[in-house]
């Protein structure tokens, strides 16, 4: 499969090449980007130097002369790519891991683990990767909602996440100095992500859905951690809980439903590098709400990885190929 | 006024000793400890060699030995504080900034903003700091309930705390390389601030609240931000919420109510070595929820600065004599 | 004494703040910025608001219109102070943090503990203060060159610093995701800081001295270890040398002279916030090479606390008025 | 290749791990450990529940009952691995990453890039996989002594290192509250490393070696920076001793020899998870050192990565098989 990635220079982006170059079938042929136009791949990723693929030049992304690429993995700023990925040939498939594209009109929503959607995404050219935070609070609430077991408004999602969400560009704004040693929730007027989860939480749930969604920033380069709060519609047990995540995600080669060992969730630490998603769940005694928490790497399960599994669907390979490596730990 | 430290040598209690060394009516003239106890003051603190209470020897804590100590903070572990406290010779004041007193008999919970415990502190020589996770949690809400803006019921504090709050002895479970760019959350199935936080809220709502409490530890040394979901009772808006909380606050000098900016709430690296609380406040559009933030320095005000605040009001100093210094930033 | 602080918002100059408003004798009465200009004090630091000082306004920096200021620091970017400085008006002392006015005529070199440096501060009205890298390395060196122990040439000086030391401008550079869990070496073609240490050094030894300086940045924001590395005149012992160290620096209020322990140096950690120099030596047995390490916080006594003692001296204060504190930790 | 991994819980054990999962002919059929004996591996790595090889069982050390390993790699710590090794059966080739071996009668140096040591560690059945310093140090290093560019006396190596090169048994003394925001010289009386890093020097110099090596432990969990002082046997260049370099190194793989840019070394996270090494060259203007840079991943090059590559050899496998990743960035 011959690869192509806009916006490599970026976190994302970057997280994309190291995967497509470990892909034992897809060969990166064309790397674009915008800040970093004109540099050679191994001017950005050192450890490229002096090797195949270290003299690839990245381009300034012009959609129509984008040529002889089998797949187009995308990963661009918010705002950014609704109109150019529009002019990408039709002979090229896309995985938008943007923002631009979920829950539109002509693309398929690419969390490969909601109910029925893996066969979607198969049968599909043009995919619209999930948020990170989404990708975290929807692994862990889906099997509920497909139950029954809760109910699906009034849901907080609070979300932790590392400041590689913030994205390349927020540089200036998370500097070491300013970020280290530090936390706060932002996001709490509006948030895009909001509208993705609601839909998609809504869809599994067949009746509205709405969600109080708080996200925090935590002085860790990658990792999201969802805490989701959810009113049950009649009493139930952790038991219960695990045993419908069980049941959903059987066949799942990356999900990983845990017992809580000693009231403590997973960590995030848990899936760094990978496509995992760790889930585990409680309730609280003094409140009976449901407690549902999902740890992610964003830049793993929560953007390039995932591009990567719907990328393996879309071209016939085995959904793992590629994403089969341990996480780097520590 | 001749001051006591006991648990020196723990994280709180080198908070405490700063803080004392800076204060200007306090001589710190006994320090104690355990697994410490024979070292000189300048062994634990080097910035102390050759300096003026340096030579100071760790004492192992015999209650009845402490003589000529006006007041003595208690930093010990969880379980360690109740039998020798109870040892003290009545003339010594005690700020135990442990969690074994908290609502017992006999001891005055120690959260001076709290309405009405000013007086009741300044009262009393028997003080039971309140909890890290406590203090800011129920600064942001205390507002709230006392005007009857939300329910007291099925609350949801999310809180996120620096790695000091758990403790110095619990370096084997929180090396650098385990705890490091990594989150997750923990005391899912219990922690022994639920019942310290249910009952301060209870006293302010006067009726009986609920909270569904997630703590989790994030990779910073010092600061906890509680986000808080809760019901309003009938439709509110942020200006009022903000409006409640500076009037509840008018005149303290350690709270600091802050529109949310960017939609972002406080940092916690804010309040870094000081004993500052930062509170913002939302309501969330998809749910009607109302969001409360309090931003602290777990050291701080969820521990040492809030204890020399109430030494402070047992011993007629000015309240924020030896608190005023800025916080340390970056 | 009234005091004015031109490039506030830097963290050299935001540490300043925090020292003059914990300072017994010190008023600040004018602060100058350039890229936060407008705005009021209590804006970039959030523990100020609502609070005495709080609403004083960042001025746009005109040197001309300094008026009624007994003393101003100035934290301005390295080549941007020499001009404007040099039209502050003459009633007003200048204490410069930055770097253009080392060993420039007209200016007295601030490194309080070199030999006989201390009277020259106090008669003078226009002080440059050292660089980071050279106060922690000279503090280190300067005892053995006194003492003739060490010859002159060839001494490698190699540091370690956090990024604090970049300066706030540099963000871009060090964002947090690009500068956590990195470490590298830069200046090894020239840094402005090897003039300055040759020039001390000479000075102290009577003799031309050379060094080969490489600077490291380290993923922590404050702190400098510098590992020096001379050649001995004769043979000698880490106890000869310790010797001289304390011999140079019996009276020193802010100098540790510190035996290794455990063959550890002092950890960068124990200055947070102060003033201090922990000084530690060895001889290496391998080559016979002298091994002197100095660690300070550089926004301590690399930067804004040693301006403070310098300022202190200048006034006709306590040379450790507001300088007493004892360090953070954790 | 069926393969045994000794000390499978510690830090190096874990990338060992890593590596064999992700290696294409090498399956994992024994794990040992002391801590974590008799746990399922899924319990030390989480990712592997449920999985192929989650239920492998860790089994306490006894080298007789070693079965049908074609190759161990033992990762002990130092002074533990001599005595059971010897008890290994001869069938079994063995990769020892721990230090009890390094120069040892009948074991061979394992640093691949030393001038003649591949053929040396083909042929061979017992391996001594280097230390992480000196896999550094000795990259940057031995092109220069091996053209007699430099002296191979009083060399001075500062070594700068990521935590998890304590091993994972240092938790106490490194916990995350102790160790973050914090830095510090130590071995400076003596270190192990300093006499492989004088054998191995001397090897290549034809004659007597001496370095100067002072270790630092840096806040981050992985890398090191060798940063190396020598003098030249007579003027050169910075270009010299690139040429020197990239001559040495023309046809290896893993080795990535770099001109400076804008005056900095490569950084250590540019390694992260890989068996690549990045040197860089300088000659100081002032005194006419040579600078020579050395950066890895201490658990890469300088450990587990390192000891695969060896295997490869000792195994007839291609040499970067299971290598060629590139590093995990950011």
Not at 88 to 103: L, N, Q, S
Not at 264 to 276: D, E, F, I, M, Y
Not at 314 to 330: D, I, K, N, S, Y
Request: aromatic letters at 6%.
């Amino acid at each position: 499969m011959r690869i192509g990635i806009v916006g490599v220079s970026g976190y994302g982006g970057s997280e994309l090449l190291r995967l497509c170059f470990g892909h034992p079938a897809f060969e990166v042929v064309y790397v674009g980007g915008e800040s970093s136009a004109g540099q050679t791949l191994s001017k950005r990723f050192p450890a490229l130097a002096g090797r195949a693929g270290g003299d690839l030049a990245i381009q300034p992304f012009v959609p129509e002369q984008i040529r002889g690429v089998d797949l187009l993995f995308a990963s661009l700023p918010t705002g950014k790519s609704r109109e150019p990925l529009a002019r990408v040939p039709d002979a090229t498939k896309i995985v938008d891991v943007g923002g631009d594209h979920r829950f539109v009109e002509g693309w398929t929503y690419g969390l490969t683990e909601l109910p029925g959607q893996r066969e979607r995404i198969r049968n599909s050219t043009r995919i619209a990767n999930p948020g990170c935070y989404p990708a975290a609070a929807l692994l862990a609430l889906v099997p509920l909602l497909r139950e029954g077991l809760v109910e699906p408004e009034g849901i907080v999602i609070d979300a932790k996440s590392g400041v590689t969400g913030t994205g390349r560009g927020g540089a200036s704004d998370f500097g070491y100095v300013e970020t280290n040693e530090d936390l706060f929730a932002y996001g709490l007027e509006a948030h895009p992500h909001v509208r993705e989860m609601e839909l998609a939480l809504a869809q599994v749930a067949g009746s509205k859905a709405s969600v109080a969604f708080t996200p925090h920033i935590v002085p860790m380069a990658r990792g999201i951690l969802a805490t989701c709060y959810a009113r049950p519609k009649r009493a139930t047990t952790a038991a219960r809980l695990l045993e419908a995540a069980q049941s959903c995600y059987r066949d799942e080669p990356f999900i990983r439903v845990m017992p809580l060992e000693r009231g403590r969730s997973p960590h995030t630490g848990w899936a760094t590098g990978s496509n995992l998603a760790f889930l585990s769940y409680a309730v609280n005694a003094q409140t009976g709400l449901v407690v549902a928490l999902g740890a992610i790497d964003n830049l793993g399960k929560g953007a390039a990885a995932q591009a990567v599994q719907n990328a393996n669907l879309m071209t016939g390979q085995p959904e793992t190929a590629g994403l089969a490596g341990l996480p780097l730990w520590p």
